[in-house]
T-cell receptor, first 108, second 114 residues
Framework: DAKTTQPNSMESNEEEPVHLPCNHSTISGTDYIHWYRQLPSQGPEYVIHGLTSNVNNRMASLAIAEDRKSSTLILHRATLRDAAVYYCMGFGTDKLIFGTGTRLQVFP | DVKVTQSSRYLVKRTGEKVFLECVQD?????MFWYRQDPGLGLRLIYF???????EKGDIPEGYSVSREKKERFSLILESASTNQTSMYLC?????????????FGQGTRLTVV
């Protein structure tokens, strides 16, 4: 499974876009890139995943670099409810290995 | 509504006690996981199971064992609880062998060992 590197924390103001980076330079060609987030006092929840192409869903967008060694989770308009720890993972086996994630603070 | 249910939200146990943390999923998932979460350390994988009676060690299995007698239930066992096992424990489940499916997590059990 790919080792991932994320900034420890990031800040944003409400209604602004947020770009959360993840480096996964050891990723293999068949590893999917997954993002999860953990709201305070809750278990992690799925956000989005992709393999090679950029992906959009109702929660976020995922931009994957052409060499697949990094990706960026994009929240188009941050809300106070988006304050959470965001984890990226690259995996090609059944194990789910989390890094330490990025704590996102959103200010009104 | 899909669900992963952990038997207790909060638990207080004494040092040396045998502790069972139970997790049940209703999605017929093959894979189930146990993590512990500590401040500054993120989620660390203790054990995972890919089928009934099958298990594999994660990154920090010392002091823990697991049991999976039925597909829907995965138990984490602390044979003799110690204060350094005070932590948040999270259970998850996921379909086997399909890398583009999501994992589902329980709400967590905050265990305090005194």
């Amino acid at each position: 499974d790919a080792k991932t590197t994320q900034p420890n924390s990031m800040e944003s103001n409400e209604e602004e876009p947020v770009h959360l980076p993840c480096n996964h330079s050891t990723i293999s060609g068949t590893d999917y890139i997954h993002w999860y987030r953990q709201l305070p006092s809750q278990g992690p929840e799925y956000v989005i995943h992709g393999l090679t192409s950029n992906v959009n869903n109702r929660m976020a967008s995922l931009a994957i670099a052409e060499d697949r060694k990094s990706s960026t989770l994009i929240l188009h308009r941050a809300t106070l409810r988006d304050a959470a720890v965001y984890y990226c993972m690259g995996f090609g086996t059944d194990k789910l290995i989390f890094g330490t994630g990025t704590r996102l603070q959103v200010f009104p | 509504d899909v669900k992963v249910t952990q038997s207790s939200r909060y638990l207080v146990k004494r040092t040396g006690e045998k502790v069972f943390l139970e997790c049940v999923q209703d999605m017929d998932h093959e894979n189930m996981f146990w993590y512990r979460q500590d401040p500054g350390l993120g989620l660390r994988l203790i054990y995972f199971s890919y089928d009934v009676k099958m298990k594999e060690k994660g990154d920090i299995p010392e002091g823990y064992s697991v049991s999976r007698e039925k597909k829907e239930r995965f138990s984490l066992i602390l044979e003799s609880a110690s204060t350094n096992q005070t932590s948040m424990y999270l259970c998850a489940s996921r379909s086997w062998g399909v890398m583009n499916t999501e994992a589902f997590f329980g709400q967590g059990t905050r265990l305090t060992v005194v």
